[in-house]
């Protein structure tokens, strides 16, 4: 009688799996069509946004977010400056509160950073990509640099075109989101790298150092609105807006003045100096910052 009711009560249990097992696959889940989701420009102007009180504050973009039209459109600018940079200066204001980075300045938090720092690194990294970025585009440039930036490229890369062509291709190759750089070493010798996620050439032990002289944000985040999976566009169309005076400025002091001098014969290098501390300003008294997470604009 015990044998018998032990094999009753396994015989419900087992038809209960199968009939749970059976009911799962023959489950039927409608998935909606993904909607289309259009993005307007909210009409907002870069000097309404503002970092939450804290250590780093944005970068004061001079122009507004339609200026870029064509090239760059208005509704991707707008979104990129004040959400995804927002957001990491946001990020960073709070997350570098109580830690050895606190007193410091930007350049020096990139360049002291412990790599295993996960959230400071990809928001100190976020903050300065972007501020770099932001600030070598403008309306109305393009074209081609001059001076003693031209003549590296020049002499770096065989002409500006191919210069141009390694940089566009070097940024369609670059898989996940990242960043293109246009490097100098320390004697002014230019060439192009690239960086995964937040990561720059300020960074130490990711084999792609070099005094940043121009960078180009690779994130969908960038161009997705606009040009969709087109990166090759996107980053032809860069070319279109990079003030090649910023440029030219960050590589007179800090690529050229380090060019190597041939003094009679001798070669001597000199020592580049420290990269510029960029925008955003430091405050003085930093403060608890709320929550803000940029993922959620990723
Ligand atoms: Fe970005």
Redesign the pocket.
Known sequence: MKNNKILYISFIAVSTLVSCKKDTLVEVVDVPDTPIVKIEQKGGKPSDIKANEGAFSLYALPFDYNELEPDFDAATMEL?YSK??LGYVNNLNKSIVGTKYEILELDPILKNLNLSDAVIRDNAGGVY??TF?FEALAPKAGGEPSGSLLESINKDFGSFDEFRRQFVETSVRLTGSGWTWLVSDKTGKLKIVSSANNDNPLMKNLGISGIPILNL?M?E??YYLKFQTRKREYANTFFSVINWEVAQKRYEAFGKSARVEVTEGTTTTTEAPVQQTTQPVKQPTPVKQPENSVDEFQ
């Open positions: 990129h995804h940079y990509n972007h970025f944000d994130w985040h960038a």
